[in-house]
């Protein structure tokens, strides 16, 4: 059973920094990374490596946003700079296995106040 476990959300001004957790385990994985929900709005995809290297980013996080993640320990970290209101939203961690049978996370909010 896949169980993805996060950590890092919180409230933060406009500027500001956050880093998100994940640590997956119960499968290996293809792809790792993140997606988000704003209120009213479809999730959408903020960063997703591979196993073999390759990194994804949404363009509107490029340059701010840095994933990374540890193969071994199926662990995966988004780091969040100059975070601005349009942030806002919660953000799922996201793993694809070898199946291509895709698991999220419960979730954790990220809120930036302007």
């Known amino acids: 059973q896949v169980q993805l476990v996060e950590s890092g959300g919180g409230l933060v001004q406009a500027g500001g920094s956050l880093r998100l957790s994940c640590a997956a385990s119960?499968?290996?994985?293809?792809?790792i990374g993140w997606y988000r929900q704003a209120p009213g709005k479809q999730r959408e995809l903020v960063a997703v490596?591979?196993?073999?290297?390759?990194?994804t980013y949404a363009d509107s996080v490029k340059g701010r946003f840095t994933i990374s993640g540890d193969n071994a320990e199926n662990t995966v970290a988004l780091q969040m700079n100059s975070l601005k209101s349009e942030d806002t939203a919660v953000y799922y961690c996201?793993?694809?296995?070898?199946?291509?049978?895709?698991?999220w996370g419960q979730g954790t909010q990220v809120t930036v106040s302007s």
């Open positions: 119960g499968s290996t994985f293809r792809a």
């Open positions: 490596m591979t196993r073999g290297g390759t990194t």
């Open positions: 996201y793993v694809r296995n070898w199946r291509f049978n895709d698991y």
